[in-house]
């Protein structure tokens, strides 16, 4: 699964503040980021670039003084 969830975002943040975020770290995305209010969602060319996205940001990096969170997307119908 190659789509990610990014959560504990702040309000402000903007799909170019996570494009700053996975540029930096050298992980290419395929589409653009879905913003909404706390968390988005992108997807990642493969599996590999998904779960290295998920290893080198998740928890580690801050925006807007809070650390996000990176997971593989679930869809709702699994839950």
Do not use: Q, T
């Amino acid at each position: 699964m190659n789509k990610l969830y990014i959560r504990n975002l702040s309000e402000n943040a903007a799909p170019s503040d996570l494009e700053s975020i996975f540029k930096d770290a050298k992980i290419p995305v395929s589409g653009p980021f879905l913003v909404k209010i706390g968390y988005a969602f992108v997807d990642c060319p493969d599996e590999i670039w998904a779960l290295k996205a998920i290893e080198a940001l998740s928890g580690k990096i801050e925006l807007h003084g809070k650390p996000i969170e990176v997971e593989h997307s679930v869809p709702k119908s699994e839950h």
